[in-house]
């Protein structure tokens, strides 16, 4: 007789069918049958919808997951909650652990390691739990503040809704406008004007640039006319001068005196009657030269006087 009939196989099929499927949930929820895994122990007062299998998380890398949730109902300790970490994971003493939530509603707890090389937590010891509500705990913080501003926010619009409906903000818009407006304007003519004067700069550099030639050339004229002043002798000049002066101050004291023909001439009155004497003389003399010339000329052919 044949000992795997058709119904043993079937049996058989469908039990290794059922460990696979254990060991296959398992490892979906992260338990591991081959692996050294060691277990501890942590006391929430609240864990926040976290479950079994969820991950645990040193320094931002999963090292666990949570095997098992216990709550405390005799010792009023809230829940227990047993995790398996690797073995090669040292816990220092002192670490402790929290439970994280993120606004989809994911939860995940932390391992806060403490710096302690010298003592670690022994496979099956208990740490201390704490529950860490996020950005949502900090809002619920902020909610108090919140509420008390939100009568301060409202006034705020009111005050801007009746700013929004004055008349007097509509006429400082079309205002507004038209100095936009005057603004285009005044901008394209400063376009203009520039664009204009940008023309006009190549002839303005040249003639700059001729100013600029005349300006060296007369400053090498004065450098030469300095440096003819520089050679000349001044001191020499000024002693001509002086001495030039100091003659014609000579001369001017001698005419200013009774000494010499032109001392005489200047200052002798009796000298200028005479001399205005002997000319009225010499004019009459003329005059009657010019009256009765044969009396002082007396020419003839035969020799005869004119009586």
Not at 225 to 239: F, H, I, K, R, S
């Amino acid at each position: 007789m044949n000992f795997f009939t058709k119904e043993v196989k079937i049996a058989l099929v469908t039990i290794v069918g059922i460990v696979l499927l254990f060991f296959g949930l398992n490892f979906l929820k992260g338990k591991s049958f081959f692996s050294n895994n060691s277990s501890y122990y942590i006391h929430f007062s609240d864990i926040s919808g976290l479950s079994a299998s969820n991950p645990i998380y040193a320094d931002g890398y999963q090292v666990g997951v949570v095997k098992e949730i216990n709550y405390d109902y005799k010792g009023n300790q809230g829940a227990i909650v047993v995790f398996e970490v690797d073995d090669d994971l040292r816990i220092p003493k002192g670490s402790t652990a929290e439970i994280v939530s993120d606004f989809m509603g994911n939860v995940k707890m932390n391992l806060l390691l403490a710096n302690n090389p010298r003592e670690r937590v022994e496979p099956g010891d208990t740490l201390v739990g704490a529950l860490n509500g996020g950005m949502m705990a900090k809002m619920a913080q902020l909610m108090p503040t919140v509420e008390k501003m939100l009568p301060k926010i409202d006034s705020i619009l009111n005050s801007v809704n009746m700013l929004l409906a004055d008349p007097a903000l509509a006429n400082s818009l079309h205002n507004m406008q038209t100095i936009s407006s005057n603004l285009t304007t005044t901008t394209a003519g400063l376009n203009t004007l520039v664009m204009g004067l940008n023309s006009q700069v190549p002839g303005l550099m040249s003639k700059a640039d001729g100013v600029m030639t005349k300006a060296g050339t007369t400053l090498d004229n004065t450098s030469k006319l300095t440096a003819n002043l520089a050679a000349v002798d001044v001191q020499g000049t000024m002693a001509k001068v002086d001495q030039t002066l100091a003659n014609v101050q000579s001369i001017t004291a001698r005419l200013n005196s009774n000494e010499g023909s032109l001392g005489l001439l200047m200052n002798d009155a009796s000298l200028y009657h005479n001399l205005n004497a002997t000319v009225q003389s010499a004019d009459s003399l003329l005059t009657n030269l010019k009256a009765h010339p044969k009396r002082y000329v007396h020419f003839s052919l035969f020799g005869k006087k004119d009586k």
